[in-house]
């Protein structure tokens, strides 16, 4: 299927998600897919550079969190609005992707790791210490009452975004996937030894990698001040936001687009389930074992799982 | 284990208050909110939600409100400000709770304020600090005695007490932690200082999770302060108390801010370590006598948190949950209905009785006056619990009208 | 302005007690990441498994924290021969060792956090000691015995892991196994045997190590998420597979967040440790004293 044929079929199915605030009174449903949505879009994110490339990236909370405060900076300084907000967040996470990926992405992907850990732990230390944007005590930023677009509340407009970032993602991830970037990656993530002796560009292959997907996890970011009205850094950078946008691709599959998709679908509404089910420390623990079954029995995830069973089936005569 | 049978008693509870109206053939008055029950401030959660199932059940055994059972109906939110708007969405839209209160803390309450002021509740909200200074909702209540200006009113008596001592203190240092409560009180003791004409010659803040905090004292005398205001969470109190005895800080005047010491955990934990600091508490033994029936509430809560292994003592979060739950349910009989806004406009009318003594609110929802107890702990002797549990360690300094002794200083006699 | 010499004199204690205590923690990833290439990143729920432990021990018979650990290492070695041969089987085998082994060590980290919470609730826990309150003081210089008895028993333990790699038989036979697992079995040594006894070692200094915390300072399941990147910080600081390497990047470390606690503010530290680790990642990846 053609890239545009694929992004027009992802926007009308975002289109159809959209039209929903018309017809569902419920205003729960829209607060839990929204949270769902926002893992679609951090898993397929992470995907890029961790899947395809077979870098992981410990420090997805950093570049979440930058969204998130590109949002509340500019908010205060000059009150711009939302589309432009999370341009904004975007294009600042990206090119904190490419600044990381310059320092770090010669080394061995297990240090790469690692600096993004501590990447993580710096960017927070400078949050916290900042104090125009609330230091420690935290920002507010006050929902408009009215909503504009003609949706009866701003937080529909919220949802409505957060529809067309999934669809954004999961087009941009695909059109990653199926192109020459994307084999190089793949190469990259078999064997990059190898790639760079085929005359793979694999430090730019890299870079380009890390700054998309660093530039997705902000745009994910930038509407969580608003959803919220009040950010502070422990739950901008909190550790569920790293360990989600791993497990979910992991769990789901990391060879596509459609592996992040299915994890987060399934790991997010499990967990949104939960919460306003069993509600309580269970909910981690389910994660916890989550994670370790799929990755002792599923090692390639759902996705993993689906092609097994099809490769075993008998072929048709 | 405790916690399990916790989920399910709970759980059992609100089936059985179920079943009750059921047969009733009444609808139970559902009483909807997100509380803290893992995550960093779970124990302070844990000990208001046994407060508010206490008073269910209390309410319950007179009848009801209206007529009709009360029923809480209430999820985890970890303590983590991004399960909130989905949680309380879904008490509105898919529980239909008649009434909604808050969790604990600003980090909760706040993001449920677009919610409550899209839907027009009527909002009681647990010990946040300055949540409607930004919102300004007309309908959102605060149980918390820090007056109408939480943030400044926190440290209102510490700063009191300080400017009575003779010689006046010249030079304040403030320390806190890193983390919204702290830099919110650290904020206000600063307008206070402002005001005084103090002189700053500390202000830092630190990582909440720091292993040792002997630096940051030493740097602190470094300076040599005459009166030290520290803001503080339970991990970091312990850290700086023990901190500060280790280095033998010698000033005026030491504490503030530190939340923690309220607590069992930490009163015996650091026993004699406490003695000489000033800090503040929203109710002690000492002043039992204003505060009648709240003995009662009390050993029922001691027994039931000591079983859930939650802080056993109860005086800090305990007691005004309970007032919280008592102040809705004086205005939902006084005005015979649960319309958001009739409510709304009695509570900010009216005076209410309850277990904390006389509750009224001001225009933004915070308290009229500030009522809490500044105080000094004295005489601790070893590690256990029951000095606690009776009067006798701790002088209440303030206000005027709870007072039960003068401040020891400078702080470090206190050790001797 | 008078130079503030017990100010200073102060820090770099402060600093090097700490160091020996980070040490303590992160000796066991030097291992088990450094030389087996295992990412345990659920070190750091070892380390509070052995905290709680040793705070049942200390509430129910009163013995010292730091003494139970020693005692109990061996239950925490047997646990760690356990993970490893689950681990091993379910990964290391099949040749999926990095990112699965990672993702399974997650859900270690949270499934022992939640069991901890479960069993003892979010309260934070702390052990009183004899030596809990006492501090000595060498003219300017204060020596509090709380940081100081669990700093000496890192010394010894770290010592005696390099000591025990350095000149045992089957310690060897760890530092081979890092390098050179084929010319091992060559020796008839068998590699699983071998790494699973290190890593085994490894969760038997995160038991210890929890002890040292909880003398330190209050414990609740979840501050093992806090030391997560610090554990790996000083690793790979201080060079991957090198216990002195370890040990220095522990002080190193441990200074840095002393000092800046003292002159700049505390709410720097961090950047300031993590930042010193991008740098040496930048400037030099295989760390100080790496191979």
New interface residues.
């Given amino acids: 299927m053609r890239n545009r044929t694929f992004a027009v079929i992802a926007f009308a199915i975002a289109l159809v998600l959209i039209a929903l605030t018309r017809v569902i009174?419920?205003?729960?449903?829209?607060?839990?897919v929204y949270?769902v949505l926002q893992f679609i879009v951090l898993a397929t994110a992470w995907n890029i550079l961790?899947g395809y490339t077979g870098y992981?990236n410990f420090g997805s909370a950093a570049f979440f969190a930058v969204g998130a405060y590109t949002t509340v900076f500019l908010n205060k300084s000059l009150h711009l609005p939302l589309p432009v907000l999370i341009v904004a967040g975007t294009i600042v996470a990206g090119l904190l992707g490419l600044g990381v990926g310059y320092?770090?992405l010669r080394?061995?992907?297990?240090?790469f790791a690692?600096?993004t850990?501590?990447?993580?732990?710096?960017l927070?230390?400078?949050v916290?210490?900042w104090d125009y944007v609330g230091?420690?005590?935290?920002a507010?930023i006050?929902?408009p009452?009215e909503a504009p677009l003609g949706f009866s509340?701003?937080?529909h407009l919220l949802y409505a975004t957060m529809v067309l970032m999934a669809a954004f993602a999961i087009v941009v991830a695909r059109a990653i996937e199926r192109s020459v970037i994307g084999r190089g990656l793949a190469a990259i993530r078999d064997d990059e030894v190898a790639a760079e002796c085929a005359g793979v560009p694999t430090l730019r292959l890299k870079l380009f990698s890390a700054t998309v997907s660093g530039a997705l996890m902000g745009m994910a970011g930038t509407t969580?001040p608003l959803?919220?009205?009040?950010?502070?850094?422990?739950?901008a950078f909190?550790?569920?936001y790293a360990?989600n946008s791993?497990?979910m691709p992991?769990i789901g599959g990391m060879m596509s687009w459609l592996g992040p998709l299915i994890g987060a679908v399934l790991l997010g509404t499990v967990q949104?389930v939960v919460?306003?089910t069993i509600?309580?420390?269970?909910?981690?623990?389910i994660?916890?074992?989550?994670?370790?079954a799929?990755?002792?029995l599923a090692?390639n995830g759902i996705m993993g799982w689906v092609e097994a069973w099809r490769r075993s089936r008998p072929h048709p005569r | 284990m405790s916690?399990l049978k916790s989920?399910l008693s709970s759980g059992l509870v609100a089936l059985v208050i179920a079943f009750a109206v059921s047969a009733q053939a009444q609808q139970p008055l559902k009483i909807g909110f997100g509380m803290s029950?893992?995550g960093p401030l779970a124990g302070n959660g844990k000990a208001a939600l046994i407060a508010m199932q206490i008073w269910a059940e209390d309410v319950n055994a007179k009848g009801g409100i209206l007529g009709r059972k009360v029923e809480l109906v209430f999820?985890?939110d970890?303590t983590?400000?991004?399960?909130?708007?989905?949680?309380y969405?879904?008490l509105?839209?898919?529980d239909k709770v008649d009434l909604v209160v808050s969790g604990y803390g600003?980090?909760v309450i706040?993001?449920a304020?677009?919610?409550m002021?899209?839907r027009n509740m009527c909002f009681m909200s647990l010990f946040g600090l300055n949540v409607n200074s930004?919102?300004n909702y007309d309908r959102y209540f605060q149980i918390m005695p820090a007056g109408p200006e939480p943030a400044v009113g926190w440290s209102q008596g510490y700063f009191d007490i300080a400017m009575g001592l003779n010689p006046k203190p010249q030079t304040v240092a403030l320390v806190g932690?890193?983390?919204?409560y702290?830099?919110?009180a650290l904020?206000g003791a600063r307008t206070h200082v402002k005001k005084l004409g103090l002189k700053v010659v500390y202000d830092k803040?630190y990582?909440p999770n720091t292993v040792d905090f002997s630096p940051i004292v030493r740097a602190i005398q470094a300076t040599n302060p005459d009166i030290v205001f520290l803001a503080s969470y339970p991990p970091d109190s312990a850290g700086m108390v023990r901190a500060v005895n280790e280095v033998g800080l010698k000033t005026r005047m030491f504490g503030g801010g530190l939340v923690g010491p309220q607590f069992a955990s930490l009163r015996t934990q650091l026993g004699p370590l406490l003695n000489g600091v000033v800090n503040y508490e929203s109710y002690s033994p000492e002043v039992a006598a204003k505060y009648p029936f709240l003995d009662q509430f009390l050993t029922k809560y001691q027994g039931r948190a000591i079983k859930e292994g939650v802080d056993p003592l109860g005086f800090y979060l305990p007691p005004y949950a309970y007032a919280m739950m008592q102040v809705l349910e004086q205005a939902i009989k006084a005005t015979g209905s649960l319309d958001q806004a009739q409510l709304a406009e009695y509570m900010h009318k009216y005076e209410f009785d309850t277990y904390v003594g006389k509750v009224r609110f001001a225009k933004n929802g915070e308290w009229s006056a500030p009522r809490m107890l500044t105080v000094q702990y004295h005489g601790v002797a070893g590690n256990d619990l029951e000095q606690w549990m009776k009067p006798g360690k701790v002088t209440v300094l303030a206000p005027a009208a709870y007072a039960t002794g003068t401040v020891q200083t400078p702080y470090q006699d206190n050790k001797k | 302005m008078e130079f503030p010499t017990a100010l200073v004199l102060n820090a770099i204690v402060a600093g090097l007690l700490l160091g020996g205590f980070y040490a303590a923690v992160s000796v066991g990833i030097s291992i088990s990441f450094g030389m087996l290439d295992v990412?345990n990143i659920a070190h750091p729920a070892f380390i509070i498994l052995g905290s709680y432990i040793a705070y049942i021990v200390n509430a129910r018979l009163g013995f010292d924290p730091i003494l139970v650990s020693v005692v109990l290492s061996p239950l925490f070695f047997a646990l760690g021969m356990l993970v490893y041969r689950v681990y091993y089987v379910?990964?290391e085998k099949?040749g999926?060792e990095?990112?699965?082994g990672?993702?399974?060590f997650?859900?270690?980290?949270?499934?022992t956090?939640?069991?901890l919470?479960?069993i003892f609730g979010v309260d934070y826990r702390l052990v009183e000691t004899s030596y809990s309150s006492t501090t000595l003081r060498l003219g300017p210089v204060d020596f509090p015995l709380r940081l100081v008895v669990p700093f000496a028993v890192s010394l010894a333990m770290v010592i005696g892991v390099q000591l025990f790699l350095s000149r045992t038989f089957f310690g060897r036979a760890v530092l081979a196994v890092a390098q050179d697992q084929l010319a091992l079995r060559l020796m008839a040594i068998n590699p699983f045997r071998v790494k699973e006894f290190a890593f085994a070692l490894s969760i038997a200094t995160a038991g210890i190590a929890g002890a040292f915390l909880i003398v330190i300072q209050p414990v609740q399941p979840s501050i093992g998420?806090e030391y997560?990147?610090l554990v790996?910080?000083v690793c790979?600081l201080g060079g991957l597979g090198s216990i002195w390497g370890t040990l220095l990047g522990a002080f190193i470390l441990g200074l840095a967040e002393s000092f800046t606690s003292t002159f700049f503010?505390p709410?720097?530290a961090?950047?300031v440790?993590?930042?010193i680790?991008?740098g040496a990642?930048?400037f030099r990846?295989t760390g100080l004293l790496g191979r």
Wanted: contains cysteine; glycine residues 6%.
């Fill in positions: 009174a419920n205003d729960y449903f829209f607060s839990a949270t961790g992981v320092l770090t080394m061995r992907g297990v240090f690692i600096s850990l501590a990447l993580a732990v710096v927070f230390t400078f916290v210490n230091g420690a005590r935290g507010y006050i929902q009452r509340r701003y937080g969580l959803y919220l009205s009040y950010v502070e850094p422990t739950a909190n550790l569920s360990v791993i497990a992991l949104q919460q306003v509600s309580s420390e269970w909910n981690l623990f994660v916890g074992v989550l994670l370790v799929f990755v002792t090692p | 916690t989920w029950l893992t999820y985890d970890q983590n400000p991004s399960t909130v708007p989905s949680i969405n879904k509105l839209d898919v600003t980090n706040a993001p304020m677009p919610i002021m899209q930004k919102f932690a890193d983390a919204e702290p830099a919110l904020e803040t990582p | 990412v379910c990964f099949r999926q990095s990112l699965r990672l993702a399974f997650f859900g270690i980290l949270f499934i956090e939640v069991t919470v479960l998420r997560i990147g790996f910080a790979v503010g709410s720097w961090p950047a440790s993590f930042g680790l991008l990642l930048a990846p």
